[in-house]
């Protein structure tokens, strides 16, 4: 999983989009992803269709992508305009707003979506970035990629003890102590680096690859559904806070002060 190219993190994020034009290739997914995926909005269905039937840069194999591929590209970039104004997509890109995921349908006729589009996160305010749209309604633009699918569902994570790996990103998770599970940030980075062998906490497009579209309640159970957990992930706009994220993709600006659950990676 990409991690912001800035945060010292592993798989720092890296895009080639000079080689074909209009296409930037992801070095860490091997993705290739429009670069300008345009502002046009779209019911579900019609957004499939036109991944489906688009032919650019020589392929023809273009499709709608999963939601952990379109949480890949979240990104917190400084914006060297206004510092205190992210960027949630790498420059590399032109694109922002809400886009439709590959995810199924609920049985409510729900769609799900990824918003590029998450400024305004503070305290006061939850913000998502996991959204769900009626499939029907022209509520999301077409972010169209192409290159391998991603793994059957069925075989995503394996435990061994009480370390849960996901095979889709590669990254291991593990628990800390009941008596540290929620706690301040700081307190969160020292329980994680207590378990050593390089754990810490998530940042935020790592958290979110679990989170969203649901938490998997067999590979983490004991998750209650309303937590918000930590992530290592700074907010620029709101100094002294880092980005917490809950089952689904609900995000928000937390202060380092307040108490939100722990999960740590290495």
């Known amino acids: 999983m990409p991690n912001s190219a800035q945060l010292g993190l592993p798989n720092p994020a890296d895009y080639d989009s000079e080689t074909t034009p209009g296409v930037v290739h992801d070095l860490v997914t091997g993705l290739d992803w429009l670069q300008d995926p345009g502002t046009e909005l779209y019911p579900r269905a019609d957004a499939l269709s036109h991944c489906a039937e688009l032919s650019f840069a020589g392929y023809d194999d273009w499709r709608v992508p999963a939601f952990i591929e379109l949480v890949s590209l979240f990104d917190v970039v400084p914006n060297d305009a206004d510092p205190l104004a992210p960027i949630y997509i790498a420059p590399a890109f032109q694109a922002q707003g809400r ?3 590959a995810t199924p349908v609920s049985s409510t006729g729900l769609g799900r979506l990824l918003d590029f589009t998450a400024d305004g996160c503070s305290p006061s305010q939850v913000c998502s970035i996991g959204v769900s749209g009626k499939a029907e309604e022209a509520l999301g633009g077409a972010f169209c990629v192409r290159n391998s699918e991603p793994p059957a569902t069925s075989t995503r994570y394996q435990t061994n003890g009480n370390i849960v790996t996901d095979l889709r990103t590669g990254l291991s998770w ?3 102590p009941a008596g540290v ?5 700081a307190d969160g980075v020292s329980a994680c680096a207590a378990l050593g062998n390089g754990a810490r906490l998530p940042s935020i497009t790592e958290l979110l690859s679990i989170l969203v579209p649901l938490l998997d309640k067999k590979a983490f159970p004991g998750w209650p559904a309303e937590a918000f957990a930590w992530s290592s992930s ?4 709101n100094p002294g806070t880092f980005w917490a994220g809950a089952i689904a993709g609900a995000t928000r600006a937390e202060p380092s002060a307040n108490h939100n659950r722990v999960q740590c990676v290495r």
Do not use: E, N
Request: proline content about 7%.
């Open 99 to 101: 886009f439709w995921s």
């Open 174 to 176: 593990q628990s800390v």
């Open 181 to 185: 599970q929620t706690v301040d940030q």
């Open 234 to 237: 700074a907010i620029p706009a």
